[in-house]
């Protein structure tokens, strides 16, 4: 019977610390902090984008530049993430591309949204997102992606490359989609 059968101690695995029962949550690098602060409603909002933008990375095709593309900035989330969950005071153990957001990254957004908008006619009206599920995906993630960045600007370092991250992610996420319609359909017919 399924239900008769239990793990041995050696294979059980706990997916549980029980350390945030009472309403806080570590830090990277140390600390603890309430769940609903600052630093875990940015880094969480953050994360819900990341999960929205692997839902439509599951929806292109392995190995396609859709793909490839996905991957890197969910991976560059991560990164973001770390660095909204350090401490001010632990903010010099943050390692550039690692868990520091750096120029490098803001710039890689900022070519890749030129590039991907040479692809498609720029709509000269309001798109209403849903061409396609992939580009609505893309426009989820880019509402999420604006509000991580509302949510991060009281937390984020003043000398921070975070908020121009998310701002330049943002509409580099509204170029993808654009592309992944192949034009745009304005939110009013003539």
Known sequence: ML?????TKEAAVSFYTRKGDDGTTGLYFGGRVKKDGDAPEAYGTVDEAQAFLGLARAEAERGSELDELLLQ?????????AELATLPDNRHKLQADATLVTPRMLAFVEAKTDELSTRFTM???????????VSALLEVSRTVVRRAERRSIGVAAPDSSVIPYLNRLSSLLWAMARWQEGGAVPAKES
């Open 73 to 81: 900035i969910e991976r560059d989330l991560y990164v973001l993430m």
């Open 3 to 7: 239900g008769s059968q239990r793990p």
């Open 123 to 133: 709509p000269n009206e309001f798109v209403l997102p849903g061409q396609n599920r």
